[in-house]
């Protein structure tokens, strides 16, 4: 697998690819051009924030599987065009959060206390006191904009100097403002009006993009103090610079910029503005954190494992993706089974969950049901990422459910496939000791675990049938490792399924599907 780091990132995480036997190139900062020249060469990207990964990109990248972020915020990164793809996004977004709030609060307290312009001025050989009097944090309200990773961290620190934490975030329960001790502001007015000091911590988005514009700075306490170390243009540049003008805003800390990495905004004309350029994360320990985990994301997911961090996948904690592991090896497996033993197009499919795996993000486990379904079909087009996608391009409707009742099981997985006419159904198990159990195909009960090498046979429930099975394995030097039959009823129709050491040669299958009273057989690969 080859892979490009476009941007710069941690050695650490570039030796943690090297050391995993990746191929790869380091090429900071190409031009677009010749970014876009050789793409098509590599199997992933490492970026930060300054590469733009749209739909130009995504033409040129026609074997990408992989972007990694390493960082945040993936605002330069167009999702759809990854997604219809089946390109896998990966960030690192609890890498660099700690990283971000000190620098937020160290642009609050720098801004505050003049403190960058006192030092430039004290270089040049002056000396002068009086044009530096800033203010104190005790007892100042500060307005905190969007409560999440960065926001909360920056307001439990503030309160430690005695500051008054007031958030506006109408996307997060009151649970959470009361988690971190901070009064909770129904709209951005009522925030901006009673705020000494306003930080904004929201992604950049249609919203959010100059949401402290002129209309804010209207309503302003004169003299109040704005930090940005989101997004360039959260707060609006040319309104602030005007703030900055009127004497409304006493000063500002600024870490992102609209135009970044090009310095060109209004705002670096103010003595009163402290500038830093996207600093937030540049920390050894943030960037060490950041380089390794990329690293490992990428490689997991070029591997086609489900990853933590996927931002165009349901979200998983490291801890949920490690207990739901045997659900989604389970999954695949169930969906696996339907093309390999039904040759008919698909309407609709079911999935219904039932016992202890409704505590689980079961968007997750459908993802690799639908993986499994489109596998035999489609190989590596399909993926975690499109599987969603894949199913509604081809007009199947997917329905999830959950009950509690799994019988005498702990869990239960039921997969219902409709075609035009048929309907087929396969259930599966984890049991208590992580083990997957298939438990029913097509009504026909069993207690399987699902193996590489699998067949299903239909045969009538006769005498001989599944001797002759047996015997004429044998004579394909197939070896069967394990075997269960199921009947509906005695003397009725039967099912077998058998667990074989290798794959099944197509004289061998031919052989199997002539023996009399043998109605169907499906060699089954996982
Ligand atoms: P997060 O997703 O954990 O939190 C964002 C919060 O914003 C969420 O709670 C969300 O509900 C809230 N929000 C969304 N829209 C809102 C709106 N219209 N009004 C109010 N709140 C809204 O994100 P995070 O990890 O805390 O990152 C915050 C920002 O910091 C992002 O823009 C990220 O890209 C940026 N960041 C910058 C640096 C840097 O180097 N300067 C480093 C890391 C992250
Ligand atoms: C992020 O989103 O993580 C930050 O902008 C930092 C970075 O890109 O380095």
Redesign the pocket.
């Known amino acids: 697998m080859k892979i490009l780091v476009a941007e710069k990132i941690a050695q650490k995480g570039i030796d943690t690819l090297v050391e995993a036997g990746m191929n790869v190139d380091v090429k900071l900062s190409l031009p677009r051009e010749e970014l876009l020249d050789i793409i098509k060469n590599y199997d992933a990207i490492v970026v930060r924030s300054v590469t733009k990964i749209d739909e130009e990109f995504y033409e040129h990248a026609t074997n990408l599987k992989v972007v990694g972020r390493a960082?945040?915020?993936v605002d330069n990164i167009q999702m759809d065009g990854a997604t219809k793809r089946g390109v896998i996004v990966v960030n690192t977004?609890d890498a660099?959060?700690v990283s971000?709030a000190e620098?937020s609060i160290g642009l609050l307290l720098a801004s505050g206390r003049n403190i960058p312009q006192a030092n430039a001025l004290l270089k040049n050989r002056e000396w002068d006191r009086s044009k530096f009097t800033g203010v104190e944090l005790l007892g100042k309200t500060v307005g905190v904009?969007?409560?999440?990773?960065?926001?909360s961290l920056v307001a439990t620190r503030l309160q430690s100097f005695g500051m008054k934490v007031i958030a506006?975030?109408?996307?997060?329960t009151d649970e959470r403002f009361k988690r971190f001790g901070v009064e909770k502001r129904d709209t951005?007015e009522e925030l901006v009006k009673e705020s000494d000091f306003i930080t904004v911590?929201?992604?950049?988005?249609d919203?959010?993009f100059g949401?402290i514009g002129e209309k804010e700075f209207e309503m302003a306490k004169k003299g109040v103090r704005v930090v940005n170390?989101?997004?360039g243009g959260i707060i609006d540049e040319d309104a602030l610079a005007k703030a900055l003008e009127k004497g409304i805003v006493a000063s500002a800390g600024i870490?992102?910029l609209v135009g970044e990495p090009n310095p060109d905004s209004p705002l670096v004309d103010f003595e009163n503005v402290i500038l830093t350029p996207?600093?937030?994360?540049d920390t050894y320990e943030a960037q060490d954190n950041v380089g390794v985990t990329v690293a490992k994301e990428v490689m997991n997911a070029l591997k086609g494992e489900m990853v933590p961090n996927a931002v165009n996948l349901p979200a998983l904690k490291h801890h949920d993706l490690e207990n739901i592991k045997p659900y989604l090896f389970l999954g695949e497996t169930l969906g696996k089974f339907y093309h390999q033993v039904r040759k008919d197009s698909i309407n609709k499919v079911e999935i219904h969950y039932s016992g202890n795996v409704t505590n689980y993000e079961t968007s997750v486990i459908t993802l690799s049901v639908l993986k499994g379904l489109f596998e035999p079909i489609l190989r590596e087009q399909v993926n975690y990422v499109n599987a969603s996608v894949t199913a509604q391009n081809r007009g199947i409707e997917v329905v999830e459910s959950k009950g509690q009742d799994a019988g005498n099981l702990l869990n239960l997985i039921k997969v219902v496939v409709h075609s035009k006419e048929k309907v087929f159904t396969i259930s599966g198990t984890v049991s208590g000791k992580g083990q997957e159990r298939i438990v029913e195909i097509n009504d026909y009960e069993l207690d399987f675990t699902p193996t590489q090498y699998m067949i299903v046979v239909k045969n009538n429930d006769r005498p001989g049938v599944i001797g002759q099975v047996g015997t004429l394995l044998g004579v394909h030097k197939t070896n069967i490792a394990t075997m269960q039959v199921s009947r509906n009823s005695k003397g009725g129709r039967a099912l077998m399924l058998l667990s074989v050491d290798t794959d099944v040669t197509k004289e061998a299958q031919q052989v199997i599907n002539n023996i009399d009273g043998v109605e169907k057989v499906a060699f089954v690969k996982i």
Do not use: F, S
């Open positions: 960082g945040n915020g977004p660099n959060t971000a620098h904009v969007g409560l999440g990773r960065i926001g506006y975030d109408p996307y997060i951005l911590h929201t992604p950049k988005t919203e959010t949401m170390c989101a997004r870490d992102v996207h600093l937030g994360a």
